[in-house]
């Protein structure tokens, strides 16, 4: 198998090459993962590739899937409607 053509996230464009180079780097959690590479930070938010990368780390580590931690979850921001903005910049003034 050619780990370089397996995408694991298709929002970040991660491979699973590049799972395994970092696993052999020694960073072996989801978090450490996540700020290097992106994963679970594009809009689907982890919901593809969150479960992928998990059995990754859990094969790697030779451990349980359910004792591989889980990314953290932030959820997205709220919308500000333009008016609002506007309205803000004509007080600022």
């Known amino acids: 198998m050619n780990k ?3 995408i694991i996230c298709r929002c970040e464009d991660v ?12 960073y072996t959690s989801f978090e450490e993962i996540k700020r ?6 594009g809009p689907c938010q982890g919901n593809t590739c969150g479960q ?5 780390i859990s094969k790697y580590l ?5 004792d591989v931690k889980t990314q953290k ?8 409607k333009l008016n609002s903005i506007k309205e803000g910049a004509k007080n600022e003034s």
Do not use: F, N, S, Y
Not at 15 to 26: F, M, N, R, S, V
Not at 36 to 41: A, F, H, K, P, S
């Open 4 to 6: 370089k053509a397996v």
């Open 15 to 26: 491979t699973l090459q590049d799972i395994h180079d970092l696993l052999e780097q020694g």
């Open 36 to 41: 290097i590479l992106r994963v679970g930070m």
């Open 52 to 56: 992928l990368v998990q059995r990754e």
């Open 62 to 66: 030779k451990i349980k899937l359910e």
């Open 73 to 80: 979850v932030r959820p997205l921001t709220t919308g500000v």
